[in-house]
C-alpha cells in the first residue's frame, strides 16, 4: 500500500519497490532521491547545504514542500507516483510516469542497478551544460549524450535550463541522458539510487551562483594565470627548454609560464626527472624565475611494473585494480595502470614522489594528463578502486585527482593552487583547476566545437578553461591553412580565461632530431615565430595585448571567485531578456565588458555579430553602434571583432 509521509522539512512516498524523498538543499533548492528499499547518504561531491527556510504541508493525496521560490508537490498516480517543480507558481518541471518501478530500478549483478529518472519534455525549453563534447551544438535540447569521460570529452552531468532551473545529476556512474522532443531521461548504468538537484534561478547569474553554492566556487585567480602559456609536444631537455624561454626575453614578449609536457621522466610511475636530459631542475627554475616565467610540469597518473615506485604501491594497494584480469588498463609503451585517486593513502604517496621531485626544484604548478583516467577498453565495471567498483563511481577520478594536487600544494604553504587537467567532475573548480578539452585535432571545426565547449564548461561552473591554441595534432605550419587558423586560433585565445599555445606540429621536412632515439621525440616547432613571416607580428601583438588584459581578467575572475559568475560566458548571461542571445554559439562575452565575435572559417573576413541593447564600441576603430540589432563586421587575417560597453574603462586597452 502506498503512503504519503510529511516531516517537518521533507515529503516522501512510499510504494511497493520505491521509495522517493524530497528535502531542501539550500535556498530555492530541493535534492531528490528515489531507490527500491532504502535512501542512502552518499553526497558524492555535493557540499553541505546552506540553510534554508522550507515548509510542509498536505495530506494523502498530495505533499508540497516550499522552498524560497521553489515549490514541490508530491502525490500519487496510477501504479506510481509524480513530482512537479514550480517557480512562483508556474511549472519549470515534472516528473514522467513512463516506467514501473522495477524497470527505474533494472537490476543487473550483485548491488548493480541501471537506475534512470524520467521527465516529461517541455518544446520551447533550451538546455545549456554537460561540460564538453566535441559536437557544435551549444544548446542540447534535442540531443543524446553518454555520461561519460574520455579524451576531448569530459562530463559534468548538469544542465541549466531556459525555464529558471539548474538541475544536478548527482551520480558518478556511467550513464546516458536524453534532452529529447518526447522526454528528458537521466541514466547510470550502475548506481543504488538515483539522486538529483533542482534549483529554481531568477536569472542565469542567480542559477550559477546556486550551482556554486552546491559545488564550491573557484578561488582567486594568481595574476601568472591571466598571462601566456607557451607549450608544445614537447621540450626534450633543459637546454631545449631555456633556450625558449630565453628567446622570449630576447624579442621582449610577454610569457607567463611555459609548460614542460610527457616523457621527461626515465619511466611513467617514477615521476621524476630524466636526468640526463634535465640534469639540474633547481638551476632551471632558478633561471626561469629570474626571467619571470613560471615551469609547469606534466604529471600522468600512470605506472607499470617498470617504475620504481611499482611495487610499493602494488603492494600496498594505491593502484586502481581490475576486477577480473591483470593491471593492464592503458597500452602506451606497454600495459598501464592508474594511481587510485580516491585512495587518501594513494594520494599522500604520488604527492610525496611529486614534492621530492619538482617541488623541492621550484615547480610547483602542474598538468594532470591522462585525468579521465583513459582506460581501454571503457569496460568501468572492471575496474575497482577504493571508493568500490568503477562502474559506479568512474567519473569521480578527475576530482581526486586535482584534489591530489590542491591538498597537497596547500600542505606546503602554498595559498592558490593551480594545475592543469584534461577531464573534470562537479566540484573540481574550488581545487584551482584549469581545464581542457584534451587532443583535439587541428581543424577549422575543431575551433568551432572549442568555442561551445568553453561556453558549456562554463555553465557547468568550470570558469578557468583553455584550449591548445592550434589544436592538438595534425598541423602542418608549412600550410596556408594551417597558418591561417593559428591566427584565427590565436584570437579566440586571447579572449579565453587561460591563454595557452600547445600542440604537436608536422615537422617540416629535413628537420633533424636534436636527440635521437628517443621514446617519445618532440613535433615541429610551436613557438609564436615558427608560423611564418607574416603571422609572427600578428601573435606578437596578441601576447602583448593580452598582457595588458591581465588586469581586467583578474577583475572578471576576483567576481567569478565570489559570485560564480564565468569568465567566458554565453550571450543570455548578461542578456537573459534578449531572446537572440539563447541562441548565440558563436559569440560570447568576455567579462562583462567585451564582446567577442571569433571567426572559425578559412578565407573568411566578414560574419554577421548581434549587438544586445546598449551602445558598443568596435575595438579595432572606435566607431560606435547602437545595440538591439545584428551587423556585419570585417575582420583580416590581422584583425578580430571584439566591442566594448560604451563607456568600460576596459576599452583603454584598445586604443
Not at 554577421?608 to 538591439?628: A, E, F, I, M, N
Amino acid at each position: 500500500m502506498s503512503e504519503i509521509i510529511i516531516n517537518k522539512n521533507s515529503i516522501s512516498f512510499r510504494m511497493r519497490d520505491e521509495i522517493i524523498l524530497i528535502e531542501p538543499y539550500g535556498p530555492d533548492t530541493v535534492r531528490v532521491r528515489t531507490a527500491r528499499t532504502r535512501i542512502y547518504d552518499e553526497d558524492w561531491t555535493l557540499l553541505p547545504p546552506l540553510p534554508a527556510e522550507a515548509t510542509t504541508f498536505g495530506d494523502e493525496n498530495k505533499a508540497t514542500l516550499v522552498n524560497g521560490s521553489l515549490t514541490v508537490e508530491l502525490y500519487p498516480i496510477w501504479e506510481g507516483w509524480q513530482a512537479r517543480f514550480l517557480r512562483h507558481g508556474k511549472e519549470i518541471l515534472r516528473t514522467r510516469q513512463e516506467e514501473d518501478a522495477i524497470a527505474k530500478y533494472r537490476h543487473t549483478e550483485g548491488d548493480h542497478y541501471r537506475i534512470r529518472a524520467v521527465f516529461e519534455p517541455c518544446d520551447d525549453e533550451h538546455f545549456y551544460g554537460l561540460g564538453q563534447e566535441q559536437q557544435p551544438y551549444f544548446d542540447r535540447k534535442g540531443g543524446a549524450y553518454a555520461l561519460q569521460h574520455t579524451n576531448t570529452k569530459s562530463t559534468l552531468p548538469a544542465v541549466y535550463s531556459s525555464r529558471g532551473y539548474y538541475f544536478l545529476w548527482n551520480n558518478p556512474a556511467p550513464g546516458h541522458v536524453e534532452l529529447a522532443k518526447n522526454r528528458t531521461l537521466w541514466q547510470a548504468d550502475s548506481a543504488l539510487q538515483a539522486d538529483y538537484i533542482v534549483a529554481a534561478a531568477d536569472t542565469p547569474s542567480d542559477g550559477m551562483r546556486r550551482y556554486c553554492e552546491l559545488t564550491g566556487f573557484s578561488p582567486a585567480m594568481p595574476q601568472w594565470t591571466a598571462g601566456f602559456w607557451q607549450c608544445k609536444l614537447r621540450y626534450e631537455s633543459q637546454e631545449d627548454l631555456l633556450a625558449v624561454a630565453r628567446e622570449y626575453k630576447k624579442r621582449n614578449i610577454p610569457l607567463d609560464v611555459i609548460v614542460i609536457d610527457f616523457f621527461h621522466w626515465t619511466e611513467q610511475g617514477d615521476w621524476r626527472f630524466e636526468p640526463s636530459l634535465w640534469p639540474d631542475p633547481k638551476a632551471m627554475c632558478d633561471e626561469l624565475r629570474e626571467m619571470g616565467i613560471r615551469p609547469v610540469v606534466s604529471v600522468w597518473p600512470t605506472i607499470n611494473p617498470k617504475s620504481i615506485n611499482w611495487k610499493t604501491m602494488n603492494d600496498r594497494n594505491l593502484i586502481v585494480r581490475t576486477e577480473k584480469g591483470q593491471y593492464g588498463m592503458f597500452e602506451f609503451h606497454g600495459q598501464q595502470a592508474y594511481v587510485d585517486t580516491t585512495n587518501p593513502e594513494a594520494r599522500d604517496y604520488l604527492w610525496n614522489c611529486i614534492r621530492e621531485n619538482y617541488y623541492k626544484y621550484g615547480i610547483h604548478n602542474f598538468w594532470l594528463d591522462q585525468s579521465e583516467p583513459e582506460v581501454h577498453p571503457q569496460q568501468y565495471d572492471n575496474l575497482r578502486y577504493y571508493l568500490g567498483n568503477g562502474g559506479q563511481m568512474t567519473m569521480l577520478y578527475p576530482y581526486y585527482y586535482a584534489k591530489t594536487f590542491y591538498d597537497g600544494l596547500r600542505s606546503e604553504g602554498e595559498t592558490d593552487p593551480v594545475s592543469l587537467i584534461r577531464c573534470a567532475y562537479p566540484g573540481i573548480q574550488k581545487f584551482g583547476a584549469v581545464v581542457w578539452n584534451g587532443d583535439i585535432p587541428s581543424t577549422w571545426q575543431a575551433l568551432r566545437e572549442s568555442v561551445v565547449s568553453g561556453l558549456s564548461m562554463a555553465v557547468c561552473g568550470v570558469p578557468w578553461w583553455t584550449t591548445d591554441i592550434g589544436g592538438f595534432h595534425s598541423g602542418d605550419p608549412q600550410t596556408d591553412d594551417f597558418k591561417e587558423l593559428i591566427v584565427r586560433w590565436f584570437q579566440f585565445g586571447l579572449f579565453s580565461p587561460v591563454m595557452r599555445a600547445h600542440g604537436v606540429r608536422i615537422k617540416p621536412e629535413g628537420q633533424k632530431d636534436r636527440h635521437p632515439g628517443l621514446l617519445e621525440p618532440a613535433g615541429g616547432d610551436n613557438e609564436l615565430w615558427s608560423f611564418g613571416e607574416r603571422n609572427y607580428p600578428i601573435l606578437r601583438d596578441l601576447v602583448v595585448l593580452r598582457d595588458k588584459l591581465k588586469p581586467y581578467i583578474l577583475r572578471t575572475a576576483e567576481n567569478t571567485a565570489r559570485t560564480g559568475e564565468p569568465i567566458m560566458r554565453p550571450m543570455f548571461f548578461d542578456f537573459p531578456d534578449e531572446e537572440a542571445c539563447w541562441q548565440l554559439s558563436d559569440q560570447y562575452m568576455f567579462g562583462s565588458d567585451i564582446l567577442f565575435a571569433p571567426i572559425m572559417q578559412f578565407g573568411q573576413t566578414s560574419r554577421q555579430v548581434y549587438l544586445p541593447k546598449g551602445r558598443w564600441v568596435r575595438t579595432t576603430d572606435g566607431s560606435v553602434h547602437v545595440g538591439g540589432c545584428t551587423v556585419t563586421c570585417t575582420a583580416e587575417i590581422d584583425q578580430f571583432i571584439a566591442f566594448v560597453r560604451e563607456g568600460a574603462e576596459v576599452y583603454s586597452v584598445f586604443e
